[in-house]
Every structure is written in structure tokens, then in C-alpha cells.
């Protein structure tokens, strides 16, 4: 096919992405879906390899194009099905991302599949927000291995209630689900569309050429980086169960434009919640190597042909089940993405940014009591790191999130809390040539009891600079005047405030 053909088709696949997203978000209840925008969405082959995706969540989709393969051969699929699951071990990332998938058939033959996944702030678990301080994979909420909510157009209403008895906010919960199933039905409608129109055999050969032109793309960038091993590593701050200073450790070796990362000599999964599957490793791989890609570089399969990984199983980025995961999703797929363009920035440092903040800043809070039942879960914003043409972006999300950020008038109206402070964090940015980001400062104040849970990094060690440029400030918790480790769970008392400061990025160059 044409160059004009084949970018119709990949713009035509990509808007049904786009339109999957816009249901998702519009249909859904809860301000982490609707407002923060913590979703993502996917279309993938008829072998589950990924064909197109919107822009959503790099963690999300990432780890989605990596291990839905493995998903789909598990159970025997017809139409009208769809599968629902959030085993970080079965294809998910942690317990509160929840996927589901549908097949597409046209006329009685599998052409691929259509998938989203969103992120619930209630999913059961022993604390509110479902992002415990845990030890163990079952503490962290409801666990759902493979399975069909969804049979021959029929849901099992049995199946779904026993999910939605696990979450405190039944109606809320219903209705997210609920818009996932829609988000799914419209996206199998418009893939038939595209399919019918085009007929069945040139949809193949278009996606066989979409994956081509991804491949080469890809080469053409990856020809950039000069053949040879490139070392590096960074560590946690710690794991929440008196584990610090944990190592991750990568070799990129690269080859004619092929490349190979190796996690050897990364630290084995801890007893502290920020082990990983490898599917979410794949993911921050994947993110760092597509930044370098021609922005027309299409979504799909192709364009990670050239690059493999592994990691020795047991180690915290290929833990073994039940080790707890819910923050390594969040905040070790961050400090793997710093791992990356650490390596690189040997050999392409003019193409490199300076670490950016190193963390998603989990805040989960709420209260299940009698009277009294909310979960409201939170990342914030953070320094992006400086690079040879600037100054690194401030108060953003960086690479492996996304999502906005509750807006303060949907948060008070949800959730009994008032915020009295939000802010640039001035002069946390690691100076240089050119600047790193500056983070931001969030305080809350409680309007009744509630029970808190923080999950982040960079709060021992700060965001790197590059090439002479000064490191960033590191964050900082603060509970009513007393200054909180990076990772804890504790009870707070209406009328108290809680204060988050956020990393800033590294500078860029000497001063």
C-alpha cells in the first residue's frame, strides 16, 4: 500500500483508540477516572500482538502490549465476550489496574482484540485507596485471575456482583466498570466498521504494513546510538519494611541498531510493595526508547521489534508471586526509566534529559466505617528534568503517568477534604546551564478522620543532574508540623493538614 493509504489507516485505527478513551472517560464515576484521567486504551491483532493505541498511560500500555499474548491463549474466546483481569502475575501491573478485553470478529473469524485499563481507587485491600504498606500480594486488594464478566453477549451478574462486594462505593464502582464494558462495546463496533470497509484481507496486510513502517522508524532512531555496552544504575530509597538503598541495575548492549537490556545484578524483590512484574519493566523500556522514535512513529508492535530485555527471575523488576507490587508499578517503573537514560546518556548525551522527579507521589486516603465509607487516591505532579536545549518543565507528570491532577473543585466535592495550599515549588530544581523543573507543594486539610497511606521516592535520594548540572531538591512529606518517611500508613484527625512537596528535576550542564 501507499504512504497515503497506510496513514489513513493508522490514523483511522489510532481515533478508535481515541473514541474508546472519550466514552471511558464521560461514562465513568469516580474523579481518578473521569478527572485524573487514569486509563488507557488499546486495540491489538488477532495474535495479541498491539496494533494502535491513544495516548493514555505509557505504564498502562506498555506492559499491555508485553503481556497480552500470554492473556488471550489462556481461555477460548467467541463473540460477544469480554474478559476482565488485574492478576499483576497474569498479564497486570498491580491490583488497582484493572483490564478489560474483547474480541473482534468479523464475519465468524477473529480479527483481533480491543482493550482498556483503568485504574480503581477502590479495589478492597487492608487499607482505604487500596495502596497499602503490604508485605503480600493479598493484602492488597480483591485479586481477579482471567475471567469472563462478560459470555456470548450475556454478563454473569453472579460474578460481577462478587466483585463489586469487595468496594466500599458499590454505585461508584458499578458505574466505572460499567463504562469500561461500553468503552470495549464501541471499540469492537468501530473495528468491524474499519474491517468490513476495507475487507478482511487488506485490514491484514494493512496491519502487517503499519507494523513494517513502525519497525524501520524505529531502526532509523535507534542507528543513532553508537554499537556497544552502556552501564548504569540508581537505587530506591527504600521499600516501606526497612529495606533501603535498593539497587536497580541495567546493561544496554547494542548492536546495529538492535538492542538488548539486562536487569543482571538488580536486587532480589523485597518484603516492601515496590517489586514488579516484568511486564512493567518492558513498559518503562519500551517508554524510553519510543521518546527517541520520530513522533510519526505509529503505536504498534513494530516499532519494539528491535528491542529485547530480561531480567533474572526472583529480582525486584521479575518478582515471583505472592510478592507485593502495588507501588512498583507507580514508582519503580520510574526509577527504571532514570536506569535507562542513564545508560544511554553515555552514548547520546546531546539526546538526554537529566533525571527527572523519580516519583509518582501516591497519596491514598479514606474511611470505612459504618457511616462513613470514601477512597480517594492521588499522584502528584513533579520536576521534569533539564536537557541541552532547556529548562525541564515544572509541576508535571513525568514519564511512566500521564494523568491530571484532581482538580481542587471535584476533590472537595467528592471527599472531605479542603485544600489550602497548591503551589510551584520554587527553587527545587537542580541548577545549570539549564535548569531542572521545579516541583509542587499540596496541603490538605482534613475535614474528618481518616486513614493515610503515602508511597513515594526520591525522598533520600534526589533526582541526578547531567553533564555537570546539580542535582534536585529531594521531596518532602509533612504531617501537622512532623516531618514523615517516604512510605507510610498512619491515622489523621480532622482539623490536621498534610503537606507534599515533590522532587525537582536535575539540572543540565555546569552553572
Same mark, same amino acid.
Given at each position: 500500500?501507499?504512504?497515503?493509504? &497506510?496513514?489513513?489507516?493508522?490514523?483511522?485505527?489510532?481515533?478508535?483508540?481515541?473514541?474508546?478513551?472519550?466514552?471511558?472517560?464521560?461514562?465513568?464515576?469516580?474523579?481518578?477516572?473521569?478527572?485524573?484521567?487514569?486509563?488507557?486504551?488499546?486495540?491489538?491483532?488477532?495474535?495479541?500482538? &498491539?496494533?494502535?493505541?491513544?495516548?493514555?498511560?505509557?505504564?498502562?500500555?506498555?506492559?499491555?502490549?508485553?503481556?497480552?499474548?500470554?492473556?488471550?491463549?489462556?481461555?477460548?474466546?467467541?463473540?460477544?465476550?469480554?474478559?476482565?483481569?488485574?492478576?499483576?502475575?497474569?498479564?497486570?501491573?498491580?491490583?488497582?489496574?484493572?483490564?478489560?478485553?474483547?474480541?473482534?470478529?468479523?464475519?465468524?473469524?477473529?480479527?483481533?482484540?480491543?482493550? #482498556?485499563?483503568?485504574?480503581?481507587?477502590?479495589?478492597?485491600?487492608?487499607?482505604?485507596?487500596?495502596?497499602?504498606?503490604?508485605?503480600?500480594?493479598?493484602?492488597?486488594?480483591?485479586?481477579?485471575?482471567?475471567?469472563? &464478566?462478560?459470555?456470548?453477549?450475556?454478563?454473569?451478574?453472579?460474578?460481577?456482583?462478587?466483585?463489586?462486594?469487595?468496594?466500599?462505593?458499590?454505585?461508584?464502582?458499578?458505574?466505572?466498570?460499567?463504562?469500561?464494558?461500553?468503552?470495549?462495546? &464501541?471499540?469492537?463496533?468501530?473495528?468491524?466498521?474499519?474491517?468490513?470497509?476495507?475487507?478482511?484481507?487488506?485490514?491484514?496486510?494493512?496491519? #502487517?504494513?503499519?507494523?513494517?513502517?513502525?519497525?524501520?522508524?524505529?531502526?532509523?532512531?535507534?542507528?543513532?546510538?553508537?554499537?556497544?555496552?552502556?552501564?548504569?544504575?540508581?537505587?530506591?530509597?527504600?521499600?516501606?519494611?526497612?529495606?533501603?538503598?535498593?539497587?536497580?541495575?541495567?546493561?544496554?548492549?547494542?548492536?546495529?541498531?538492535?538492542?538488548?537490556?539486562?536487569?543482571?545484578?538488580?536486587?532480589?524483590?523485597?518484603?516492601?510493595?515496590?517489586?514488579?512484574?516484568?511486564?512493567?519493566?518492558?513498559?518503562?523500556?519500551?517508554?524510553?526508547?519510543?521518546?527517541?522514535?520520530?513522533?510519526?512513529?505509529?503505536?504498534?508492535?513494530?516499532?519494539?521489534?528491535?528491542?529485547?530485555?530480561?531480567?533474572?527471575?526472583?529480582?525486584?523488576?521479575?518478582?515471583?508471586?505472592?510478592?507485593?507490587?502495588?507501588?512498583?508499578?507507580?514508582?519503580?517503573?520510574?526509577?527504571?526509566?532514570?536506569?535507562?537514560?542513564?545508560?544511554?546518556?553515555?552514548?547520546?548525551?546531546?539526546?538526554?534529559?537529566?533525571?527527572?522527579?523519580?516519583?509518582? #507521589?501516591?497519596?491514598?486516603?479514606?474511611?470505612?466505617?459504618?457511616?462513613?465509607?470514601?477512597?480517594?487516591?492521588?499522584?502528584?505532579?513533579?520536576?521534569?528534568?533539564?536537557?541541552?536545549?532547556?529548562?525541564?518543565?515544572?509541576?508535571?507528570?513525568?514519564?511512566?503517568?500521564?494523568?491530571?491532577?484532581?482538580?481542587?473543585?471535584?476533590?472537595?466535592?467528592?471527599?472531605?477534604?479542603?485544600?489550602?495550599?497548591?503551589?510551584?515549588?520554587?527553587?527545587?530544581?537542580?541548577?545549570?546551564?539549564?535548569?531542572?523543573?521545579?516541583?509542587?507543594?499540596?496541603?490538605?486539610?482534613?475535614?474528618?478522620?481518616?486513614?493515610?497511606?503515602?508511597?513515594?521516592?526520591?525522598?533520600?535520594?534526589?533526582?541526578?543532574?547531567?553533564?555537570?548540572?546539580?542535582?534536585?531538591?529531594?521531596?518532602?512529606?509533612?504531617?501537622?508540623?512532623?516531618?514523615?518517611?517516604?512510605?507510610?500508613?498512619?491515622?489523621?484527625?480532622?482539623?490536621?493538614?498534610?503537606?507534599?512537596?515533590?522532587?525537582?528535576?536535575?539540572?543540565?550542564?555546569?552553572?
Amino acid at each position: 500500500m501507499d504512504a497515503i493509504e &497506510l496513514s489513513i489507516f493508522s490514523s483511522r485505527i489510532a481515533a478508535i483508540c481515541d473514541e474508546m478513551g472519550a466514552v471511558l472517560q464521560r461514562a465513568s464515576f469516580s474523579p481518578n477516572i473521569k478527572d485524573r484521567l487514569d486509563f488507557s486504551c488499546a486495540i491489538f491483532d488477532a495474535e495479541g500482538e &498491539l496494533c494502535a493505541q491513544a495516548a493514555h498511560i505509557p505504564v498502562h500500555l506498555g506492559s499491555m502490549a508485553y503481556a497480552l499474548k500470554g492473556v488471550i491463549d489462556l481461555v477460548n474466546w467467541s463473540a460477544g465476550d469480554m474478559l476482565i483481569f488485574n492478576d499483576p502475575y497474569l498479564g497486570g501491573t498491580h491490583l488497582p489496574d484493572v483490564t478489560v478485553v474483547a474480541p473482534v470478529y468479523s464475519q465468524n473469524k477473529l480479527v483481533g482484540y480491543v482493550a #482498556n485499563r483503568a485504574h480503581h481507587a477502590d479495589i478492597g485491600g487492608s487499607a482505604p485507596g487500596s495502596m497499602p504498606i503490604s508485605r503480600e500480594l493479598s493484602e492488597e486488594g480483591m485479586i481477579i485471575p482471567p475471567s469472563f &464478566l462478560i459470555k456470548h453477549g450475556k454478563l454473569d451478574q453472579s460474578f460481577f456482583d462478587s466483585i463489586l462486594k469487595n468496594i466500599a462505593n458499590i454505585s461508584q464502582g458499578q458505574g466505572d466498570f460499567s463504562a469500561q464494558i461500553s468503552a470495549n462495546l &464501541l471499540g469492537v463496533e468501530r473495528l468491524v466498521e474499519l474491517v468490513n470497509n476495507s475487507g478482511l484481507t487488506m485490514f491484514k496486510k494493512s496491519i #502487517n504494513a503499519l507494523n513494517d513502517y513502525a519497525e524501520r522508524l524505529a531502526q532509523t532512531a535507534l542507528t543513532e546510538i553508537p554499537d556497544g555496552d552502556y552501564y548504569f544504575s540508581d537505587v530506591m530509597d527504600d521499600d516501606g519494611c526497612g529495606h533501603r538503598d535498593i539497587i536497580i541495575q541495567a546493561h544496554i548492549s547494542v548492536i546495529d541498531h538492535y538492542i538488548n537490556v539486562d536487569f543482571t545484578g538488580t536486587a532480589n524483590q523485597v518484603s516492601g510493595n515496590i517489586n514488579c512484574p516484568l511486564s512493567v519493566a518492558a513498559a518503562a523500556v519500551y517508554y524510553v526508547f519510543r521518546c527517541l522514535m520520530p513522533p510519526q512513529t505509529p503505536a504498534c508492535a513494530g516499532s519494539f521489534r528491535s528491542i529485547k530485555l530480561s531480567a533474572p527471575e526472583g529480582c525486584l523488576l521479575n518478582a515471583n508471586r505472592p510478592a507485593a507490587v502495588a507501588a512498583g508499578n507507580v514508582e519503580t517503573s520510574t526509577r527504571v526509566v532514570d536506569v535507562i537514560m542513564g545508560a544511554l546518556a553515555q552514548a547520546i548525551p546531546e539526546r538526554l534529559s537529566a533525571a527527572s522527579q523519580g516519583s509518582m #507521589n501516591n497519596i491514598a486516603m479514606g474511611a470505612r466505617t459504618s457511616s462513613k465509607n470514601w477512597d480517594y487516591y492521588e499522584t502528584m505532579g513533579g520536576g521534569m528534568g533539564a536537557h541541552r536545549r532547556g529548562d525541564g518543565l515544572s509541576a508535571v507528570q513525568t514519564h511512566m503517568t500521564n494523568t491530571l491532577n484532581t482538580p481542587v473543585e471535584s476533590l472537595e466535592i467528592h471527599y472531605p477534604l479542603r485544600i489550602t495550599r497548591y503551589e510551584i515549588r520554587e527553587k527545587s530544581g537542580g541548577p545549570g546551564e539549564h535548569f531542572g523543573g521545579n516541583g509542587l507543594i499540596r496541603e490538605f486539610e482534613f475535614l474528618d478522620d481518616a486513614q493515610v497511606t503515602l508511597l513515594t521516592e526520591r525522598r533520600s535520594h534526589a533526582a541526578w543532574g547531567i553533564n555537570g548540572g546539580e542535582n534536585g531538591l529531594k521531596g518532602e512529606n509533612w504531617y501537622d508540623g512532623e516531618k514523615m518517611v517516604s512510605k507510610t500508613n498512619f491515622h489523621v484527625q480532622a482539623g490536621k493538614k498534610l503537606t507534599i512537596k515533590t522532587p525537582g528535576g536535575g539540572g543540565y550542564g555546569k552553572h
